[in-house]
């Protein structure tokens, strides 16, 4: 079965630097869709909106630089190969601790962006992409000044605050800035259950179901309780009962 066009989103502040790295594109011939992006925030939108297969992003961007553009889309299910445009060197050790496929200087070269491209291809056809959706084994967070990869299975709960959501790990916490419902899709069913709005919790860390009056609740085996909101509570009691959460049990108080 024919591979689909390869899509690209040009990330850049410049409108020459964005015109002129479309041309580029246009001319290796190896792209189908070519969208253009003029700063980080309309590429973060973009890129949840299109799932484009390849950026090729510029670092130094008002607001939202092309660093933190790369650390977000290392958050979501499927990771776009991502070739840095830059007309700076001094980003180069960031960009490749963020997984770069490449790391261009303006004005770039049509000869070298078509190397990086076509290195690019070849990751996602070493990676198996089929352009379909993926769950990611890992999750990067922001970390000080830098970024810093989870394993999704270390992970005990999540909690929204806000724009954000708080990752809880033993002994420690991380922000992510992310939707719900992005990052649910990104943990596995067999491992976490919703059990609130705003609450994701790994299914082996809950200890209890509790009930309460009306009111539930689940006990992790840490001694925390979060609540179980009133349309998960007759799933969550269901599934405690055919010990799909981790062995625990429902106690009626």
């Not at 790391?103 to 690019?120: I, M, Q, T």
């Not at 909690?159 to 002994?171: C, F, I, T």
């Not at 309460?212 to 309780?225: A, C, F, H, N, P």
Request: include cysteine; hydrophobic fraction near 40%.
């Amino acid at each position: 079965m024919a591979r689909k066009p390869l899509s690209v989103l040009i990330v850049d502040d410049e409108p020459l630097a964005r015109s002129r790295l479309r041309a580029l594109c246009e001319r290796t011939g190896l792209f189908g869709d070519v969208e253009l992006a003029n700063g980080g925030l309309q590429a973060v939108e973009k890129v949840r909106q299109r799932q484009p297969d390849i950026l090729l992003l510029d670092v130094d961007m008002p607001e939202f630089s092309g660093l933190r553009v790369a650390e977000f889309c290392h958050g979501l299910a499927r990771v776009p190969e991502i070739i840095f445009t830059t007309a700076h060197s001094r980003y180069a050790v960031q960009a490749f601790r963020l997984e770069a496929t490449d790391y261009l200087l303006k004005p770039v070269k049509e000869s070298l962006l078509r190397e990086a491209v076509e290195r690019a291809i070849a990751h996602l056809a070493l990676s198996g992409d089929d352009h379909g959706p993926d769950i990611a084994p890992r999750l990067w967070v922001q970390d000080g000044a830098g970024a810093l990869q989870l394993i999704v299975s270390d992970i005990e709960w999540v909690e929204a605050e806000r724009d954000y959501m708080r990752l809880y790990l033993p002994g420690r916490s991380y922000l992510v800035h992310q939707s719900m419902r992005s990052l649910e899709s990104q943990l596995p069913d067999d491992l976490f259950v919703r059990v609130h709005r705003s609450t994701i919790v790994r299914r082996d860390c809950i200890a209890q179901v509790r009930r309460k009056g009306r009111k539930r609740y689940i006990l992790l085996r840490d001694g925390s309780q979060l609540p179980i909101g009133p349309r998960y509570a007759d799933r969550i009691t269901a599934t405690a009962q055919t010990g799909r959460l981790g062995g625990s049990e429902t106690v009626i108080e």
